[in-house]
């Protein structure tokens, strides 16, 4: 009988599979494929275990409850999907550097990686910066994400060694440490790299509350877990932080063409901001 109300306990209704939905919309603007039922399953029923709840109907009951708020952290961080790499696409790497070549970025850039993960766009942005200007100027990334769980990962800026494979042997020795004893196997990013970067959680259907502008912003391989009126709110959102003139980089696989005529495409996922 016990083994019977686990099965059954395991088990999502189209209903409740759609009530949750719904409610990760609600707090982040995310569309879930109706074909993640099994992901949101998985995901989840590992808490309605922890949380001795007998179905998904108690776990909706505990994410509607205002007073539960870490628990809706949670499901969050749990139903948001964080896959990055050092210097993934390396194309809008040759772009940032194009840019600075032409002197176009100077030594008080500011860059965002608008969905910074566990930290890894965010980090490639810097050491990019610092191979460039070096630490001492005034430069500066922020990285963003809504999910509190990587932005811890991020922030602790320690990496597997085996993840340092596409970053240049030069800025790794220069701005990386080695671990070694019981941290043999894994890598850091050094302090004086990480004074330049900060991490903070961020909804991007909400707008950015910063006093300064950004020169660049990395907004990849995030638009297609949106709806197109979504992707077009996240986009003005971005222009409203971003300097004129300055450059919105999108996933290769992404397009933004034709959301704002003031977006000029410069080259593929590459669009610069004339006002």
Same mark, same amino acid.
């Given at each position: 009988m016990t083994e019977l109300l686990m099965r059954e306990s395991r088990f999502i209704s189209d209903q409740q599979f759609q009530q949750i $939905?719904?409610?990760?919309y609600q707090r982040s603007g995310i569309h879930l494929n109706a074909t993640k039922k099994s992901l949101v399953t998985g995901r989840?029923?590992? +808490?309605?275990?922890?949380?001795?709840?007998?179905?998904?109907?108690?776990?909706?009951?505990?994410? @509607?409850?205002p007073q539960q708020s870490k628990e809706a952290e949670m499901a969050l961080n749990l139903l948001t999907t964080n896959e990055?790499?050092?210097? @993934?696409?390396?194309?809008?790497?040759?772009? =940032?550097?194009? =840019? %600075?070549? +032409?002197?176009?970025?100077?030594? @008080?850039v500011r860059v965002w990686s608008a969905a910074a993960s566990t930290g890894e766009e965010a980090f490639s942005i810097a050491l990019a910066l610092a191979g460039q200007f070096g630490l001492q100027d005034p430069?500066?990334?922020?990285?963003?994400?809504?999910?509190? $769980?990587v932005l811890a990962r991020?922030?602790?800026?320690?990496?597997?060694? &085996?993840?340092?494979?596409?970053?240049d042997q030069a800025l790794l020795k220069a701005f990386c440490v080695k671990g070694v004893g019981k941290d043999n196997g894994w890598f850091r990013i +050094?302090?004086? %790299?990480?004074?330049?970067?900060?991490?903070?959680?961020?909804?991007?259907?909400?707008?950015l509350q910063t006093t300064q502008k950004f020169d660049v912003i990395f907004l990849r391989n995030v638009l297609i877990y949106f709806e197109l009126e979504d992707k077009k709110r996240i986009v003005l959102n971005m222009l409203d932080v971003l300097k004129p003139g300055g450059y919105l980089l999108v996933g290769h696989s992404?397009? %933004?063409?034709?959301?704002?005529?003031r977006l000029v495409q &410069?080259?593929?996922?590459?669009? @610069?901001y004339q006002p």
């Open positions: $939905r719904d409610w990760l989840l029923y590992k +808490r309605l275990t922890e949380l001795d709840l007998a179905d998904f109907d108690a776990y909706l009951q505990l994410l @509607r409850d990055t790499y050092f210097f @993934r696409e390396p194309k809008h790497f040759e772009f =940032l550097q194009s =840019l %600075i070549t +032409r002197g176009e970025l100077q030594k @008080r430069w500066q990334v922020t990285g963003t994400d809504i999910n509190t $769980r991020a922030r602790a800026a320690v990496y597997p060694l &085996q993840d340092s494979q596409k970053i +050094r302090p004086e %790299i990480r004074q330049h970067v900060q991490f903070q959680q961020h909804n991007l259907m909400l707008p992404e397009s %933004i063409h034709g959301y704002d005529p &410069q080259r593929p996922a590459c669009y @610069r």
